[in-house]
C-alpha cells in the first residue's frame, strides 16, 4: 500500500504562484510514476501533470509553460509549480502514483 499526502494549496490571486506538495510513503518502490490530477466543482476530474521515476514528463495543455512538475525520489516526494495562475484553476488537485493511488486532495483557490 501507498499513502499520498499533498500540501501547498490555498487562496492565490490571478497571476500568482503556488507550489504543491505530494510525499509518499508506504511501499514505494513500487510506484513507477506520480502527478497531479485536478477537479473543479462540477467537471470531471482531470490530468495535470505526471512525471515518471525515470524523469518523463506529460503535461496537459492548459499548463504547458506555467507549470514545472519535479521529483525527489530520495524523498519520494513530487512537486507542482504553478505560475500566472488563473480564476480558471480553481479546482481541488490530487496526487496520483501508479498503482491506482490518490490522495485526499488540496483547494486551489484562485481568486482576487
Known amino acids: 500500500q501507498v499513502q499520498l499526502v499533498e500540501s501547498g494549496g490555498g487562496l492565490v490571486q490571478p497571476g500568482g504562484s503556488l507550489r504543491l506538495s505530494c510525499a509518499a510513503s508506504g511501499s514505494t518502490s513500487s510506484i513507477n510514476y506520480m502527478g497531479w490530477y485536478r477537479q473543479a466543482p462540477g467537471k470531471e476530474r482531470e490530468l495535470v501533470a505526471l512525471?515518471?521515476?525515470?524523469?518523463?514528463?506529460n503535461y496537459a495543455d492548459f499548463v504547458k509553460g506555467r507549470s514545472t512538475i519535479s521529483r525527489d525520489n530520495t524523498k519520494n516526494t513530487v512537486y507542482l509549480e504553478m505560475n500566472n495562475l488563473k480564476p480558471e484553476d480553481t479546482a481541488v488537485y490530487y496526487c496520483?502514483?501508479?498503482?491506482?493511488?490518490w490522495g485526499k486532495g488540496t483547494l486551489v483557490t484562485v481568486s482576487s
Open positions: 496520483h502514483a501508479g498503482g491506482g493511488y
Open positions: 512525471i515518471t521515476r525515470g524523469g518523463t514528463i
